[in-house]
């Protein structure tokens, strides 16, 4: 009797310690379906989302809840479904439309930019386009060359369009949420590497009302000698570095984007104003990339004469991924590259 | 117009059609209907094709004849205002065209859908907007229908969704109109035209694809006018069966230079999706009198007897006034008084596009997002920045 009852206090003892954890995957479902539930209007629509559970899982159990009307199967089109859900959304609706991964995005991407992105300009306010494009984005694991392209760059380049970058399971819930209530075109960068990593969830983040605002940077970590600006899975590599770095006495200050476009530079001038150095760490080639931006915004900005040393970037290197595994992980930054470069930053 | 016997019955042949008129009054009022028979529509998997017989009543042709007229000098008073360089840009002018869009206007609601792809001013007019509107917007002041933030390719109105410059990226968009529409079950439909230009591009075939599958309320229209910018359907498509395209998709080919032709086809595409049949796909045979755009004199790639000939043979207009004065639906002075009423609009319309201010400054920046808080937009170089509202 007293050992069923010490087994049932050790189990809730886990649950209880395992219940604050959601892997990003979970979360993602969890936005979906909390969202799903709200609003009639939303839909999801992609390659293998309904009977499948999605490509990635992230759609799990959704078709079986919400059925064939909500939950679309797509053949293999991109830039007709892509339409068409832009054309939904014209009319009234909220879809959310999956990429596969956004390398297939490309196929579609007149359907973004010209017609999501740019129509309630174009239109002067008549034509709202309350759609969201999510998938993952950016490398994955020996996927090789033409399904590893990040496109934060190409989208953040774009008026009319928000584009957000998650990192953690609360970024991903919190700002998946925001982007389906949000009126306008969202692209969601997802990460496939980081689908299956578990984070604690806080109380508040269970909630159903749960948003995080779309345009506004998290500081991880806080520190005084070097500002690391990094967007979706880089951002555990700054920690990583940044807790190497803090044996030697090096304390980062580590942002988490979670928005590349709009770009929440008063956060980074801020933490630059403090620590006088800046580095960005992110996956996707370097040049005209996210990186850049950042670099050039300080230079324009208020934070410039703050620096102590040029600020610079840590990014992909500037070729096709390759597919042998040490060739890939040779392509893509390393922690030892931001520990290197934070050294050489800060003259050490 | 005199004394006529309470009911008469005549028959008689005009073109390839047959007429059947038959006249009756009441309290002194001269009632026309009109019964037409025309040859059949180029039918693919149809078993039946529209009706054979339209009434036309004299109340209808006096306002299709208007609206005709009203796009068709709207069209030449913007060619005229191009030429002296206040309209800029791209101007794809629609005469030669007007009784597709006026056609199928009357064939469906205000409260269905349409979509079209750049050569739209007729299709912004039959959809709401007024000329007034519309030449504000190609001359680029506020006062336009985008308060000049669009131009000739990105009008918009209530359920017409512009307006759209990649030639073919329209056609998925109607298609998901039309998924909004059987999604919501408000039983509307969708019409989605494109030209023959755009009917090879592939996104069209992915759309009719999905379209097909999920039995979208879609009725897709081709208006075959016979060139995509300078190269001739012969030159540019394989197949030149743009009804026969859509494979899977049921499809029928007509006169789109016969208003009532293309009423009636409408009407019957129209009936075909709201019972749910899914898309059906109609291809006009149209003609445009100008070049692809302003650009274009029309004349390197067709001789100048090719337009003549359409000129004096299929005008849609013509067609359509021979056709009601030569069975007494109207006088000839009634339709010269619509004439200049018509005349009068587009002269004022012209005037205030002329004199309406340009947009402010201050709008530069404005309508990025919808529904959200006012933000800061980065001007030209770093110190510059504009205000943004939604």
């Known amino acids: 009797m007293f050992l069923r009852h010490a087994v049932w206090y050790y189990h809730a003892f886990l649950y209880s310690i395992l219940r604050y954890h959601v892997t990003v995957r979970d979360a993602l479902n969890q936005a979906l379906d909390e969202e799903l539930e709200r609003d009639e209007r939303v839909f999801l629509l992609g390659e293998e989302v309904a009977q499948y559970d999605g490509a990635y899982k992230v759609s799990r159990g959704l078709w079986k809840k919400y059925g ?5 199967d797509t053949p293999i089109t991109e830039m007709g479904f892509a339409g068409i859900a832009v054309g939904a959304a014209m009319a009234g609706l909220r879809p959310i439309c999956e990429f596969m ?3 297939f995005s490309m196929q579609a991407i007149d359907q973004v930019i010209n017609s999501a992105a740019k129509t309630y300009y174009m239109s002067a306010g008549l034509q709202p386009v309350p759609i969201v494009f999510r998938g993952p984005n950016g490398a994955s694991a020996g996927v090789a060359a033409q399904h590893s392209q990040c496109f934060a760059a190409w989208y953040g380049h774009c008026p009319g369009l928000k584009v957000v970058s998650p990192w953690s399971a609360e970024d991903a819930k919190g700002l998946l949420k925001s982007a389906i209530r949000d009126d306008n075109p969202v692209v969601f960068l997802e990460n496939e590497l980081m689908y299956g ?12 009302d749960f948003l995080l605002p779309i345009g506004k940077a998290k500081i991880e970590r806080q520190g005084n000698h070097v500002t690391l600006v990094s967007h979706s899975r880089m951002v555990s590599l700054c920690l990583d570095a940044a807790a190497v770095l803090a044996k030697e006495g090096i304390e980062c200050e580590v942002i988490n984007m979670r928005t590349i476009r709009p770009l929440d530079a008063e956060a980074i001038e801020t933490s630059v104003m403090k620590t006088n150095h800046l580095i960005t ?14 670099l050039a915004r300080i230079m324009e900005g208020p934070a410039f004469n703050f620096l102590d040393a040029p600020a610079v970037r840590v990014t992909g290197v500037d070729i096709p991924m390759p597919y042998a ?16 470069s934070v050294k050489k930053t800060l003259n050490v | 117009t005199g004394v006529m016997p309470s009911k008469k019955i005549q028959l008689f042949y005009h073109r390839n059609y047959y007429i059947l008129k038959y006249i009756k009054i009441e309290n002194f009022h001269f009632e026309l209907f009109l019964f037409i028979f025309w040859k059949k529509c180029d039918l693919h998997k149809l078993e039946e094709g ?4 339209a009434v036309l009543t004299r109340e209808e042709g006096l306002q299709y004849y208007r609206t005709m007229q009203t796009i068709r000098r709207m069209e030449l008073k913007a060619d005229q205002l191009y030429k002296q360089k206040i309209i800029r840009g791209f101007c794809h002018l629609y005469d030669g065209q007007e009784a597709c869009a006026v056609g199928i206007e009357t064939g469906i609601n205000l409260s269905d859908h349409l979509i079209t792809a750049y050569r739209a001013h007729g299709y912004t007019l039959t959809r709401g907007g007024t000329v007034r509107e519309i030449m504000a917007e190609l001359t680029g002041r506020r006062g336009g229908i985008a308060k000049g933030k669009g131009g000739s390719m990105h009008m918009y109105t209530k359920h017409f969704y512009g307006g759209n410059g990649i030639v073919g990226a329209q056609v998925p968009l109607g298609a998901g109109v039309a998924l909004a529409c059987k999604y919501l079950g408000n039983n509307e439909i969708c019409v989605c035209l494109y030209g023959d230009g755009a009917a090879n591009q592939g996104q069209i075939f992915e759309t009719y694809n999905m379209a097909s599958l999920w039995k979208l309320p879609c009725i897709f229209i081709c208006e075959n006018n016979k060139y995509g910018m300078g190269t001739s359907v012969e030159r540019a498509a394989a197949s030149t069966d743009y009804y026969k395209r859509g494979d899977f998709i049921p499809g029928l080919r007509l006169d789109g230079m016969d208003v009532l032709c293309v009423r009636e086809a409408t009407k019957f595409a129209a009936e075909h999706c709201r019972s749910g049949k899914g898309p059906i796909l109609m291809e006009l045979q149209t003609y445009r009198y100008h070049g692809h755009s302003m650009s274009d004199p029309g004349v390197s790639y067709r001789t100048r007897e090719e337009i003549q000939e359409v000129r004096s043979k299929s005008d849609p207009i013509s067609m359509l006034k021979d056709r009601m004065l030569s069975n007494n639906m109207a006088s000839v002075e009634e339709l010269k008084e619509i004439d200049v009423e018509v005349r009068k609009e587009i002269e004022d319309a012209a005037q205030f596009a002329t004199t309406d201010p340009e947009p402010p400054l201050d709008d530069l920046c404005n309508h990025i997002f919808y529904n959200d808080p ?17």
Not at chain 1, 197 to 208: G, R, T
């Open chain 1, 101 to 103: 991964t956004f390398n």
């Open chain 2, 50 to 53: 529209p009706p054979l017989q």
């Open chain 1, 68 to 72: 064939d009307k909500r939950i679309i």
């Open chain 1, 281 to 294: 760490v992110e996956g996707g080639w370097p040049q005209f990339g996210v990186g850049a931006e950042i």
């Open chain 2, 374 to 390: 006012p933000m800061e937009v980065r001007g030209t170089n770093p110190w510059t920045k504009l205000k943004s509202v939604s």
């Open chain 1, 197 to 208: 990593v578990p984070f604690e969830m806080s109380e508040e983040a269970q909630s159903k």
């Open chain 1, 325 to 340: 595994k040490i060739l890939e992980d040779n392509s893509i930054p390393q922690i030892k590259d931001i520990i290197f």
